[in-house]
């Protein structure tokens, strides 16, 4: 995103106008001097950019009094600025590479905005101007001339809602504090020479050269006691201890908004690993003050290598113009228009009465009952088509849907394709009924893979069925005692060697270790997608398994996946693992089961019990019925007890090498049931699951987190 024009009408300190910062046709300007002399032009505009920079919903937090940025207090007044997008990363609702909007100035009402969405001249006039989640992407950053050069104290997490107006709070006002410049670098050098992440690594030594070259030092190290270890580039012997507080003031003022600037750019961009190559725009207040003009072009210089797609828009002092006539200031930057060629739509095709269309409802992998339908009408001479987005494909001869899950996307699903092709539509899977079966001639044929391009896998069934009889699982209800239904050859086409078994208990079937032994000698990988239950091993089966090339869905890593969802027999699985002996055990991983009967306390020994094994990982799921029966659902009653802080405390601690992120996903489906039950907020949970990802969301999650303790939507479903 870049600026491309600023129109203003009756406001203080620049009456009426418009200031142009393009150059061109998708085109604008790297630098933008706006010359200040005695007046407030220059930082009257940067704070007019900065409003229409932030979005609408943080206008009133530096509009507070619109009246005093009238002219004329008995008239309205109003701005209305106009972006340029960076059409292949940055998308609105609307094609134009253009977007802007407009505020209104009352001397008491709030500002008015545009009643709708228009286009006038090119422009995409919104009505409501948005900028992503606030945090990330369309990237802008304003610097006030007065800050409070916060070095050592200071968070550097997302505790407020408002983080993307704080970028340019120093703009509005005086001695607001930026990012702690010590505990900054700090947690960078740990992240980088400690902890080896890539992204810290690139983002810290981009920084460290920054200042090499403003400073001309060799910029080293920083130490927590806010030491700056340098040594000029002359040829010395050791380290020049430099504090950072002995520095000249103008040093450290540099220094405090170049670590901001960087901060919140990593910060707005946390999965690039060269974040200063981003686009967006930066505002600079008179930061050339007490600055000779070779320096102030020396810091420009520097800041114009190491971010080379910014847009800076700078007020300076008049006395310093006669360098910025020089060619250097010259640089544009240019974005790619919009793409105009539109794909046709799918819901304009009439397809032919020949045609049979197959809806995969909410399969995670390719649906096999689909496949075989597939072949069935192809042999048949029919056209097939699957989808799995559209539900109104015009005059198809048949409609034939498959919904594994019985949830409430899925059911929405259903009901709009009940509605579209009604007397058309036939429907099936476990969402849907546990009786409904493929017919004998069907379920016999290999599965067409041709309709899912993408898979390259061979997916079936050898054995279905399970003797056991879990409350939670439809498996016995839908396929009986278990029994082999097929062979290898019957959906393995000549050439596949990876192969995806759907068995639901295969370890307990009689006939597992023929299984094997035909698996190892055709060499297939195999994903056990269903789990294995390692109650049934035996030595026998050991032996043989450990031989199995056994993948994850992906095929690109060797994992074994276990079964445990009750915290029963846990000395049996103990004694069944050591018998396995897996050469790495940390490939094995146990997939988990929450969210039905369970309470926190036997969540919380179950996940201890694996962590005792020492080197498995746990991957957890939520359980999701297949069909709405009230005997199955979670009751949430009986989750908590007397001790569950002490038993969240305990939990929060418990980590595993791999797969912590389906392990968030627990935390936060147990984070709401714990605010809703105490009404009040976990912080150590929180913070747990922020510790790594997203963690600029957190300052909204925590805000919803209050609203339901305030029971403002205390009835709402997951956040």
Known sequence: ???????????????????DFSDGNLTVKKWNFISYGNSMKGPQLLRLAAISLCGTKHISYFVRRPGCF??????????????????????????????????????????????????????????????????????????????HLNLHKGSLEFESIRHRALRFITLFRDNARLTPVVAWLHRRYLNTYRFRLGGSKKIFEETSKLINNIFQCEYLDVTSEGHFLMRPRVATKGKQKVYLENLPQQKKKIIAILIDLIRHISDAHPYELNPLCKEGVVLFDRIDNGLSTEDTKHLFSCIDESFPNLQFILSVNKKKNCFLNTGFFDKVLTVPGPDLTKPVSRKNIIIGRNTIVLVDVDSRIPNLALMKLSRYY?????????????????KPEKVIASSVFYQDASQKKLSLLRKVYADR???????????????????????????YPENDRAIGFITRGCNLSCRFCIVPKKEGELKQVAKFTDFVEQGQDKVVL????????????EILETILQKKYQVNFNQTLDLRYLTPEIAKLFRLVDS???NFTSTYY???????????????????LNLPVRKQATFVCMYGF???????????????SLKGPSVFVQKYMPALNDPNLSFEPETFFDDDAEYHINQLIKIVFGRNMKSMEKYYRWLNLLYTKKFRKIHNPLVDTIFRYNKRYLKAHYVEKLKNICNNDRGETGCI
């Open 1 to 19: 995103m870049y600026f491309n024009k600023l129109h203003y009408h009756n406001i203080k300190d620049l009456g009426n106008g418009s200031i």
């Open 70 to 147: 009238l002219n004329d207090k008995e008239k309205d007044g109003w701005i209305e600025p106009v972006l340029l997008r960076h059409s292949l990363k940055e998308k609105i609702s609307n094609s134009s590479s253009y977007f802007g909007t407009r505020y209104t100035f009352t001397r008491k009402a709030p500002i008015i905005l545009f009643r709708e969405n228009i286009k006038k001249d090119g422009i995409y006039y919104m009505r409501n101007l948005k900028f992503g989640n606030e945090n990330t992407d369309w990237f802008a950053c304003g610097f006030g001339p007065s800050q």
């Open 378 to 394: 192809k042999k048949l001479g029919k056209k097939v088509i699957l989808e799995k987005h559209k539900t109104n494909i015009n």
């Open 425 to 451: 539509l036939e429907l099936g899977g476990s969402g849907v009924s546990l009786e409904k079966r493929l017919p004998s001639k069907i379920e016999s044929l290999m599965p067409d893979y041709s309709i």
């Open 502 to 513: 759907l068995d639901d208990n295969l370890m307990a079937f009689n006939g597992v270790c």
């Open 551 to 553: 993948r994850n869905y």
């Open 561 to 579: 996946y276990f079964s445990i969802n009750l915290p029963k027999n846990l000395e049996l699985y103990r004694e069944k693992f050591e018998l």
């Open 597 to 611: 009967k369970n309470s926190l306390a036997e969540d919380l020994r179950m996940y201890k019990f694996i962590q």
